[in-house]
């Protein structure tokens, strides 16, 4: 038996362009959008129009569909977005013009939305949309960095590798979630300069303040300071440099040895 072995490009080929992935509840609706992407520039000749199919029943959330499609995507750049959003404004060109300019200024991005905030609560967002909130909104110098980014239309690089949480649910919060993933992976992401239709405002109901509230105790777990020891050596993280400096010195591993010898035999 003789083993064959393949070398890998760094530079993987994509058989396509764009990826444009979309949860479906309403055919007709989508029928719309994909005749407005065609019109913009987005064709089966370098595009793939992938979609989870809920309209009939729920198939998938957004969490376990997105990350279905992300799987299966084929394409340079991932394109994930509502049903209910049409390209009546800028067209295929000027997203392309988006994209290489981020790849000049900042070739570490990984997401690109229309919609989105930092960490500093004091100023408005960075947004440019077109929704029932009003028209032609313009807010900030774009492309401008953030740390959370709206679900209705984000663009994600392949080579990226993100997907959403396996241990969340729903059809919110799922653009904050993938922020946080992009910037553990020392990623970044971005509000750009593409001008759509969105025909939704948003709603906040019940189902959203309980995804926000699933959304904050996962994360209260996940980013917890911990200790852990690898196969080498022991680590304590913390997002507190002093504790950080502290407890990672051999006087504070011993003494945390000890205290766990101590919880195992009681």
């Not at 492309?143 to 729903?170: C, I, Q, W």
């Amino acid at each position: 038996m003789t083993i064959t072995a393949t070398s890998l490009a760094l530079t993987p080929h994509f058989p396509y362009a764009f990826s444009i992935c979309t949860l479906v509840t309403d055919k007709a609706q989508y029928q719309r959008f994909l005749t407005s992407f065609e019109n913009a520039g987005f064709n089966n000749s370098d595009c793939e129009f992938l979609y989870i199919d809920n309209s009939e029943n729920n198939q998938a959330d957004a969490y376990q569909g997105i990350n279905r499609m992300i799987h299966a995507a084929s394409g340079r750049y991932l394109i994930c977005c509502h049903q209910d959003i049409l390209l009546d404004f800028d067209q295929r060109p000027t997203l392309e013009q988006q994209i290489t300019i981020l790849e000049q200024q900042d070739p570490n991005w990984a997401i690109l939305g229309n919609a989105g905030g930092t960490d500093n609560l004091g100023i408005p967002l960075k947004v440019r949309i077109t929704d029932p909130h009003a028209d032609n909104r313009h807010s900030g110098s774009l492309p401008a960095r953030v740390l959370s980014l709206d679900e209705n239309f984000l663009v994600l690089k392949k080579t990226a590798n993100l997907g959403l949480s396996h241990d969340l649910k729903g059809f919110h919060h799922y653009g904050t979630d993938f922020c946080l993933h992009a910037d553990m992976l020392g990623f970044h992401c971005y509000v750009i300069d593409f001008h759509l239709r969105h025909l939704s405002a948003g709603t906040r109901s019940p189902h959203f303040y309980h995804s926000k509230k699933l959304f904050i105790n996962r994360y209260q777990q996940r980013l917890r300071s911990r200790w852990l020891r690898s196969p080498c050596t022991p680590l304590f993280l913390s997002n507190s440099s002093w504790r950080n400096s502290l407890c990672n010195c051999p006087l504070a591993y011993r003494w945390v040895k000890k205290w766990h010898k101590f919880k195992n035999f009681i």
